[in-house]
């Protein structure tokens, strides 16, 4: 699955017209123990691995690049990263502090993990906290929602196995976030889900909706009434957070409040501006802009591959053809964002892949997924924080404990 991590930049000028990168995707292996059916991975039978050696150009492309300006977060992710050893982990560490002694001193790279969790035991928790790795699990809720989409090889449900990597964490004393991917059968359950993730001491939470994107041709959302149906659902959540103040934090909740408290605005976001994300699979091949663009060959654009660490330097790829038309057909479709939608300044334009899945180009404006992602939550958000605070506008009220926004 994807994680959506969206990182959203504030608005201003830079001197490099791309970057600075915040977020470097790595996948230690396509292989997934997995057999989720929303998924839109093609390769997840593949068992090949990351070669370690090949960690060494990957971080040299990254560290000498002009894209570096600032600490940013290595991702290991796009296929199931547990599926290899603890000691490759160990590795890594020791090559990414060596590499950044090297050549970026004082630089910080945070390193997380994206995991369905089941594997998760006490071992692994050593290797998260040896190696300072921020653990994120893949979550759906309560059983009979995440075990009707996400089953392991041979049909059995995974969500015991999941609970019990969490249960390893909670013991340990690891922080973690849990990424929900909501369904068509998730809308009808907001309480279920609420009570499931506070019941077990799940506090961090972010909602992934289900894409029509890569493999995964049709969302269970792709109904007339979905959109309706998710913003009872968000309205039904709101209630439930904010009557229960500290139980659970909502991504989308804390992302669009921050936002209007500081009345910052996104020029751009991370999903579109170009190497803010670096993205490189097991054989070293790269891209930029949204993960989800690296693995799938596409009519359109071909496969997303700009080039590959061990014979390209990733600023030599922004003169070629096939970067330029990728760059050119993502800026313009961000412009018809900024030029036709008032939720602009909440989004920045959107994400390509978002755009290409569902429209089979980067040149256009509103998708499904924007509509789910920005303007519902922007309009539950809203009304919910005038009904916190009893006025027409979102004014911080010290002292107002009715809002999941604090």
Not at 3 to 30: C, D, M, W, Y
Not at 249 to 261: A, K, M, N, V
Not at 310 to 317: A, G, I, K, M, W
């Amino acid at each position: 699955m994807s994680s959506k991590l969206h990182l959203p930049l504030a608005s201003g000028p830079e001197p490099n017209p791309f970057g600075p990168l915040a977020l470097l995707v790595i996948q230690p292996t396509p292989y997934c123990n997995l057999d989720c059916d929303y998924c839109y991975l093609p390769d997840r039978n593949n068992r090949s691995r990351l070669d370690l050696e090949l960690l060494d150009p990957i971080l040299e492309q990254v560290l000498t690049s002009p894209f570096i300006g600032r600490d940013f977060t290595l991702l290991w992710h796009a296929g199931e990263p547990l599926a290899v050893p603890p000691a490759f982990y160990d590795a890594a560490t020791d090559r990414i502090r060596s590499a950044v002694a090297r050549h970026t001193p004082g630089l910080s790279i945070d390193q997380s993990i994206q995991t369905n969790g089941i594997l998760i035991d006490s071992k692994w928790c050593e290797c998260f906290r040896r190696n300072d790795i921020t653990v994120g699990v893949s979550l759906d809720g309560p059983a009979f929602l995440h075990d009707a989409h996400r089953r392991t090889r041979s049909g059995l449900g995974s969500h015991a196995a999941t609970l019990r990597g969490i249960q390893h964490l909670q013991r340990e004393n690891l922080p973690f976030h849990v990424i929900s991917v909501l369904t068509d059968e998730s809308l009808d359950h907001a309480e279920a889900i609420f009570r499931f993730f506070v019941d077990h001491g799940i506090r961090e939470v972010g909602f992934n909706m289900e894409e029509t994107e890569g493999v995964n041709l049709q969302s269970s959302l792709d109904r007339p009434d979905s959109e309706a149906r998710y913003k009872r659902f968000l309205d039904e959540f709101w209630d439930l957070v904010a009557a229960e103040p500290g139980a659970l934090i909502l991504r989308e909740f804390e992302t669009t409040c921050s936002l209007i408290y500081s009345e910052e605005r996104l020029q751009d976001t991370d999903m579109n501006r170009a190497f803010v994300i670096i993205n490189v699979d097991h054989q070293g091949n790269f891209s930029t802009f949204d993960p989800e663009l690296l693995a799938v060959p596409t009519e359109e654009y071909g496969d997303f591959v700009l080039g590959n660490v061990r014979h390209d330097r990733l600023e030599s790829v922004i003169g070629t053809e096939k970067f330029q038309r990728m760059q050119r057909d993502m800026a313009a479709g961000v412009e018809l964002c900024r030029s036709s939608c008032d939720y602009f300044g909440l989004c920045g334009g959107g994400a390509g892949s978002n755009k290409y899945w569902e429209t089979g180009s980067f040149r256009t404006s509103e998708t499904q997924a924007c509509r789910h992602r920005v303007k519902t939550v922007a309009d539950v958000v809203m009304a919910g924080l005038e009904r916190s605070f009893g006025v027409p506008t979102p004014v911080a009220i010290p002292g107002a404990t009715s809002s999941p926004c604090g």
